[in-house]
């Protein structure tokens, strides 16, 4: 009876210890807490997205450049033409009047020809505009031509009138010969006219294509204005021939 008992409590004993082996066994393979809290990054993440660059470029300016031409300012002292013709027995300065030669120049330029069409005695302000039946050959007409020296380098022919005094003008007219003159002779393409107090500083009123009618001698060019001057300029454009007969400016 004491070997049972002594058995059992040996028995106890081992089961305790085996018991206990087991369990030291257990707690040692359980994963140890981390003590330590992920660290936070202090850092923010970078964007990986770059700032889309613009696309846009600056848009170019839509100002127009600012002319450097002074405007035009009326003299208040300038005189009041009260509808007279004031450039009527006015002289004048001009460019180079044609001196056609004959066959061996292709009836072309010569410098020492006779002017075939010449100004005599101030036609352009004599007051007497040519009659509209009147020939190529009536003395009332000058005759400029393309092919003048000069006119390239003026971008045509020209004629400048002193007015001797500075006028409020509102209508300025050429009267050039139509294609009724035959013999090649055609209004010209382009009449323009200019002011100016002093003769240097000019201003342009504008431009004008002359009336024509090939039943008439005359092709006048008229342009209607408001503006002040002593001087007047008229440059005309012509694609052979230019006639013409008289100015007027009132």
Same mark, same amino acid.
Request: hydrophobic fraction near 35%; charged fraction near 20%.
């Given at each position: 009876?004491?070997k049972?008992?002594?058995?059992?409590?040996?028995?106890?004993?081992?089961?305790?210890?085996?018991?206990?082996?087991?369990?030291?066994?257990?707690?040692?393979?359980?994963?140890?807490?981390?003590?330590?809290a #992920?660290?936070? =990054?202090?850092? %923010? /993440? +970078? @964007? !990986? $997205? *770059?700032? #889309?660059?613009? =696309?846009?470029? %600056? /848009? +170019? @300016? !839509? $100002? *127009?450049?600012?002319?450097?031409?002074?405007?035009?300012?009326?003299?208040?002292?300038?005189?009041?033409?009260?509808?007279?013709?004031?450039?009527?027995?006015?002289?004048?300065?001009?460019?180079?009047?044609?001196?056609?030669?004959?066959?061996?120049?292709?009836?072309?330029?010569?410098?020492?020809?006779?002017?075939?069409?010449?100004?005599?005695?101030?036609?352009?302000?004599?007051?007497?505009?040519?009659?509209?039946?009147?020939?190529?050959?009536?003395?009332?007409?000058?005759?400029f031509?393309?092919?003048?020296?000069?006119?390239?380098?003026?971008?045509?022919?020209?004629?400048?009138?002193?007015?001797?005094?500075?006028?409020?003008?509102?209508?300025?007219?050429?009267?050039?010969?139509?294609?009724?003159?035959?013999?090649?002779?055609?209004?010209?393409?382009?009449?323009?006219?200019?002011?100016?107090?002093?003769?240097?500083?000019?201003?342009?009123?504008?431009?004008?294509?002359?009336?024509?009618?090939?039943?008439?001698?005359?092709?006048?060019?008229?342009?209607?204005?408001?503006?002040?001057?002593?001087?007047?300029?008229?440059?005309?454009?012509?694609?052979?021939?230019?006639?013409?007969?008289?100015?007027?400016?009132?």
């Amino acid at each position: 009876m004491k070997k049972l008992s002594l058995l059992l409590a040996l028995l106890m004993v081992l089961t305790c210890c085996v018991l206990a082996s087991c369990s030291e066994e257990e707690t040692s393979s359980a994963p140890e807490a981390s003590s330590t809290a #992920p660290a936070t =990054s202090s850092t %923010a /993440p +970078e @964007s !990986s $997205e *770059e700032a #889309p660059e613009s =696309s846009e470029e %600056a /848009p +170019e @300016s !839509s $100002e *127009e450049e600012v002319s450097t031409e002074p405007e035009f300012e009326k003299n208040p002292d300038a005189l009041a033409t009260e509808g007279a013709n004031v450039a009527e027995g006015k002289t004048y300065t001009r460019s180079l009047l044609y001196r056609q030669g004959g066959a061996d120049v292709e009836w072309g330029w010569d410098e020492n020809a006779n002017i075939a069409y010449p100004d005599d005695a101030n036609d352009l302000t004599d007051g007497a505009i040519a009659a509209d039946d009147a020939a190529y050959t009536d003395a009332a007409w000058m005759g400029f031509h393309k092919n003048a020296p000069d006119y390239a380098e003026n971008n045509g022919a020209w004629i400048i009138v002193d007015l001797e005094n500075s006028y409020v003008l509102s209508e300025l007219t050429l009267y050039t010969g139509s294609i009724f003159l035959g013999s090649g002779i055609a209004a010209p393409t382009n009449v323009e006219f200019l002011v100016s107090e002093d003769g240097e500083e000019w201003y342009s009123v504008g431009s004008v294509v002359p009336t024509t009618d090939e039943t008439v001698a005359n092709a006048p060019a008229t342009i209607e204005c408001d503006v002040t001057g002593r001087y007047v300029k008229i440059v005309v454009q012509t694609p052979g021939w230019a006639f013409l007969s008289e100015f007027t400016a009132k």
